[in-house]
C-alpha cells in the first residue's frame, strides 16, 4: 500500500492535487463525550456557569473545520461550502454526541475536516463543563460516512 504523504525516498510532502478534478465532496465524522448525571443535565437545562455550552461548541466545530490545513500539517487550505455541527444527548448512559458534515466543491476530499471539527468541539463541551466534571471522557471519534472523489463513497460499519 503506497502513503500519500511520503515520497519515492520516505520523506514526508503534501500531495499535488494539482491534476485532480473538482468534485462535491463531503464528510461526516462523529464522536461522543460521557459524563455525570448532572454534569448533562446542566447542558439539557442551559445553566452552566460559562453559557450555552452547545452553542459555543457548535461555533468551535465550525472555525476548527475552517483552520484544519493550519493544525494538520499535510492538509490542503480548502474552500469548505458548508460545516453543520449536529449535538444529540442520551441519559442513558448520560453523553453528548456530536457529529460534523462538512463539504467542498475540490480536488480534495473534506474528512480531516470533519474529523477536526468534532474534536474540537468535543474538547470545547469538556473546556466548559470541567469545573463541575473532570471525569468526562470523549470517545469514538471516527469517519461515519465520505462521498465524492475518485475513490467514491465509504460508510463506517457502525
Do not use: W
Not at 485532480?20 to 464528510?27: F, I, Q, S, W, Y
Not at 468551535?60 to 494538520?72: N, P
Not at 461550502?81 to 475540490?106: K, M
Amino acid at each position: 500500500m503506497n502513503l500519500t504523504h511520503f515520497d519515492a525516498q520516505g520523506q514526508a510532502h503534501m500531495v499535488d492535487v494539482a491534476a485532480k478534478a473538482a468534485t462535491h465532496r463531503v464528510a461526516i465524522a462523529g464522536g461522543q463525550i460521557h459524563m455525570l448525571p448532572a454534569t448533562l443535565q446542566l447542558v439539557l437545562q442551559g445553566n452552566a456557569k460559562k453559557g450555552d455550552v452547545l452553542g459555543i461548541a457548535r461555533i468551535a466545530g465550525i472555525q476548527a473545520a475552517k483552520k484544519t490545513s493550519d493544525l494538520i500539517p499535510l492538509c490542503h487550505p480548502l474552500a469548505l461550502t458548508r460545516v453543520a455541527i449536529d449535538f444529540d444527548t442520551r441519559e442513558h448512559p448520560p453523553l453528548v454526541q456530536v457529529s460534523a458534515t462538512v463539504e467542498t466543491v475540490g480536488p480534495t476530499g473534506v474528512e480531516m475536516e470533519a474529523l477536526t471539527a468534532v474534536q474540537v468541539a468535543l474538547l470545547t463541551i469538556y473546556d466548559m463543563l470541567k469545573a463541575v466534571d473532570r471525569g468526562m471522557t470523549i470517545t469514538d471519534v471516527k469517519l461515519l460516512e465520505k462521498h465524492g472523489g475518485k475513490s467514491g463513497s465509504f460508510v463506517a460499519s457502525i
